[in-house]
């Protein structure tokens, strides 16, 4: 029986020399690792973002592939990239799903878990 699987996990990162707090200006990165935990290979096609600042503003991200590239990744392989994103709040937070294809053709999303993105020691 055919298994359709992505694990993801974040890293986060605050830029400080990329932000500019007095233009309530906060860039923060974010590292993502994807590792198909399925039975069969499937390509990573296109992604979906919901990023929520501290004010609750919402800014919604679609689009092709991850940083330009749709991975095809078979079972027990893994793809990593870096992205990033700026609020105009020290404290945002961060959700959404891939939308992927086995090379069966079945079609799965992937949700991605939220984390947050927040300056370092401003959580207590």
Not at 10 to 17: A, K, N, S, W
Not at 45 to 54: G, Q
Not at 69 to 81: A, R, V, W
Not at 108 to 124: A, D, G, M, Q, R
Request: glycine share 8%; net charge negative; proline share 6%.
């Amino acid at each position: 029986m055919a298994q359709y699987a992505f694990d993801v996990s974040v890293r986060t990162q605050f830029l400080p020399e990329q932000s500019d707090p007095e233009r309530t200006n906060f860039v923060f990165t974010y590292s993502i690792t994807i590792r198909n935990t399925g039975t069969v290979a499937a390509q990573l096609i296109s992604r979906h973002w919901v990023i929520t600042d501290a004010n609750n503003h919402k800014q919604e991200v679609r689009g092709l592939g991850v940083v330009g590239h749709q991975p095809l990744l078979q079972p027990g392989e893994q793809f990593e990239y870096t992205s990033g994103t700026a609020l105009q709040t020290p404290q945002g937070s961060m959700v959404g799903e891939y939308f992927c294809v086995a090379e069966d053709g079945h079609q799965f999303e992937v949700k991605i878990p939220e984390f947050v993105l927040t300056l370092p020691h401003s959580l207590h």
